[in-house]
């Protein structure tokens, strides 16, 4: 029973097999063949190379240059290839619901007359690659119902009766074939932009790479936002209107251009003359219709009127500052190998570069007075890394002169700039050095100005940059200024204070042994275990929170005269392991008294430092200091007793 069926499903199988690559195919070559003969014209219909639509008096050329298509009669344009492609794809798909033959006519007793193809009003000549010779279609009367078309195949032979869409779109006018668009060249291609004025001033932007830079006028660096933009804002614009009547020569764009516009592409340029005006723009206008042409010989002749927004005009006219890079830098911090910052009367800074591994940059800091160098200083990586940020983020409020004077320049206080900062970038192997020099002029204000050594441009700025780039080391200097190995531990602990030989410890703790600090405290109470195990934790990794000098000095001022330290934080480190067994240190951090809610002033001699230290050690030092000696709120006095009412 089993092997029954499985040779009935096999049978099955090799016929279900043999219709599909048999039998099926014999289907769709018929169908093919059916569909093909239902087609009015056959496949040189693909390779159509121009059209001549004919309907009625109007005639309208129509002719493909490379893969675009143009008018070339009555007036040579650029055509909408959407509206040609809709022509296109209606004669490659054009299918007769019917068909009968010239020569069966006297037959039926009718003739080409009663049919409207004996002189037809309408047709669409085509030509091809492969035939120059024009392949016609003539287009005769409208069937009874007013769907459907007679037409005469091109070889006469044969009348064809077809959707009428056919002759709605041969009656399309030649206005409505032709395209809006003036600049065809995209964004990503425009390789430069030029802009001429009436007054000759010629204007040049090219490309360089991922980033735009003037040529002419003046070489300088040009917005890339604001210059791709206004490539944009030109490639919207569309023709308006097509302008029949003679224009007198001083509203003809050819011959009265009041901007010249030319982008130019890959092997390719394009250029629209804007002339006056069409009428005069009311003071509140959002756009300002202009007479324009576009400069190119076979479109040279056709004067139309193009719509141009205000702000996009207000570009173009003034474009030598409206495109113009407003940031002053552009800098990729991967590459920034130093910053050396100058101030009058004061030694040179210079911030250099150590180590780049991975995401961690590492930095140092040096002054320098003549031939004088201090010792290097570690500096702070995010500090710096935010100077730069600043330097990107400095733009120019104004563009006051691309020729200044000297007395220009002196006025504005270049003779002695308020800061030098000169950037080093490499890349690759070679270094680039830039100078910018900001000066405050003799009214000191919120406005600073700037120039590059190696340029005339003077730009306005806000003065505040100066405060963000001070010249003291201290500025600089690495916050981080000891961290303890993950092998160190904390065996012991003192707050002493200091000014008497006698006085007790505010607070000691050493640990016996093998003892942790959790048993250690474990008879504290909360406030002063929450207080001595954020003591420990911020010297295990000790931070600034500000530097109050460059050096370490033996007193402090905290707001009046010199005064000895007040406090002494001392703390016993041991780092376990190594080929020498346990090795034992000691830090000590001198401490100022605490100054207002916020402020007190650390001092550690070996570091060779003075500082601020940070909020939640200044808050676990009150505690420890302060605590035993606060005497805690108020309290409040009991209410008067109220006498008893007779």
Do not use: C
């Not at 002419?216 to 040009?222: K, N, V």
């Amino acid at each position: 029973m089993r092997t029954k069926v499985t040779l009935i499903l096999i049978f099955l199988n090799v016929a279900l097999f043999g219709f599909i690559f048999y039998v099926r195919p014999k289907f769709d070559i018929e169908e093919k063949i059916k569909a093909t003969r239902t087609r009015v014209l056959g496949p040189e219909s693909a390779d159509i190379q121009s059209l001549t639509l004919v309907a009625g008096p109007q005639t309208t050329a129509l002719a493909r240059r490379g893969e675009a298509w143009s008018i070339t009669a009555p007036f040579n344009w650029p055509a909408n290839p959407h509206a040609v492609s809709s022509i296109l794809k209606e004669l490659q798909l054009l299918e007769h619901e019917t068909s009968f033959l010239v020569a069966d006519l006297p037959k039926t007793g009718m003739t080409l007359a009663d049919y409207g193809l004996d002189h037809p009003a309408a047709s669409i000549a085509f030509t091809t690659t492969a035939t120059p010779t024009p392949v016609t279609l003539q287009l005769g009367k409208g069937t009874t119902d007013g769907n459907r078309l007679y037409i005469l195949s091109p070889d006469g032979e044969r009348i064809h009766v077809v959707n009428r869409r056919l002759a709605t779109l041969l009656a399309t006018p030649p206005e409505q074939l032709r395209s809006d668009e003036l600049l065809s060249i995209p964004v990503f291609e425009v390789r430069s932009f030029n802009l001429q004025n009436a007054a000759n001033l010629r204007i040049r932007v090219r490309r360089d790479g991922d980033r735009w830079a003037f040529e002419t006028p003046i070489d300088a660096r040009a917005s890339k936002t604001a210059t791709e933009l206004t490539i944009a804002g030109l490639a919207a614009l569309r023709a308006k209107t097509f302008v029949t009547e003679a224009l007198a020569p001083e509203l003809t764009p050819a011959t009265s251009a009041s901007l010249r516009i030319t982008l130019e592409g890959n092997n390719r340029s394009e250029t629209l003359l804007l002339g006056a005006p069409r009428s005069t723009p009311a003071a509140d206008a959002t756009e300002i219709e202009f007479y324009a042409q576009i400069e190119k010989s076979d479109y040279k002749s056709v004067v139309f009127t193009v719509s141009v927004p205000k702000p996009l005009l207000d570009q173009l006219s003034n474009a030598q500052k409206a495109l113009r890079e407003t940031h002053l830098y552009s800098l990729d911090p991967r590459t920034v190998t130093s910053i050396a910052l100058r101030a009058p009367r004061q030694p040179e800074l210079s911030l250099q570069r150590v180590d780049a591994s991975g995401e961690t940059i590492t930095w140092q800091s040096i002054t320098r007075s003549g031939e004088q160098a201090s010792p290097t200083q570690p500096a702070d990586a995010g500090l710096v890394r935010q100077l730069i940020d600043n330097l990107n983020n400095l733009t120019a409020a104004e563009f006051l002169s691309d020729a200044p004077s000297r007395a220009d320049e002196e006025a504005w206080g270049f003779n002695q700039p308020e800061r030098e900062i000169i950037v080093t970038t490499t890349t690759g192997s070679t270094p680039q050095t830039t100078t910018l020099r900001i000066g405050v002029g003799a009214n000191r204000g919120p406005t600073a100005y700037a120039q590059f050594s190696d340029a005339h441009f003077v730009y306005a700025i806000d003065a505040e940059i100066l405060r963000k780039i001070p010249v003291e080391p201290r500025a600089w200097r690495n916050r981080t200024l000891r961290e303890l190995p993950a092998g160190a531990r904390i065996t012991a602990l003192a707050i002493l204070p200091l000014g008497a030989t006698d006085a007790a410890p505010l607070y000691q703790r050493q640990l016996d042994g093998a003892q942790t600090w959790d048993d250690a405290l474990a008879t504290e109470p909360a406030e002063r275990q929450a207080a001595i195990r954020t003591l420990l934790a911020q010297l295990r990794q000790l931070r600034a929170k500000n530097f109050a000098g460059d050096h370490f000095t033996a007193t402090v001022s905290t707001g009046g005269p010199e005064r000895p330290w007040s406090y002494k934080l001392v703390a016993t480190v041991i780092l376990e392991g190594g080929a020498a067994g346990a090795q034992t240190s000691t830090q000590e951090i001198l401490l100022s008294d605490r100054i207002g809610g916020t402020t007190q002033l650390a001092g550690a001699q070996d570091l060779d430092a003075l500082f601020e230290i940070e909020q939640p050690f200044t808050d676990a030092l009150w505690t420890l200091i302060y605590g035993p000696r606060d005497p805690g709120p108020a309290s409040t006095p009991p209410a008067p007793a109220t006498a008893a009412t007779p």
